[in-house]
């Protein structure tokens, strides 16, 4: 994997863990009266917080997706994931 695709795999389980994430711990301001928004708006999205998690498990994540894919426990060139070579 070079660091192009490395980049955009990482982006994409960022972007992924990210919607996992964002609901975490959200209470909704019933009545608009501490935000001064729309019913529904959260209180404190605590949205830094989020961010730092988010890295920190779209990291972990990216790190096993890495591993896999440097090894040789899948492969799609060698083994039973190998197309047959006529």
């Known amino acids: 994997m070079n660091w192009f695709t490395g980049l955009m795999v990482y982006f994409l389980v960022w972007w992924t863990v990210l ?8 209470r909704p301001d019933v009545e ?16 830094g917080r989020k961010a730092l998690l988010t890295t920190l498990v ?4 990216f790190l096993g997706i890495y591993a896999v894919v440097q ?3 899948l492969s799609f060139r060698d083994g039973w994931l190998a197309m047959p070579r006529n």
């Open 71 to 73: 090894s040789d426990w």
């Open 58 to 61: 779209a990291t972990v994540v």
């Open 19 to 26: 919607f996992a994430i964002l609901p975490i711990g959200v």
């Open 32 to 47: 608009g009266e501490a935000t001064g928004g729309w019913r529904g708006a959260p209180r404190a999205p605590q949205l």
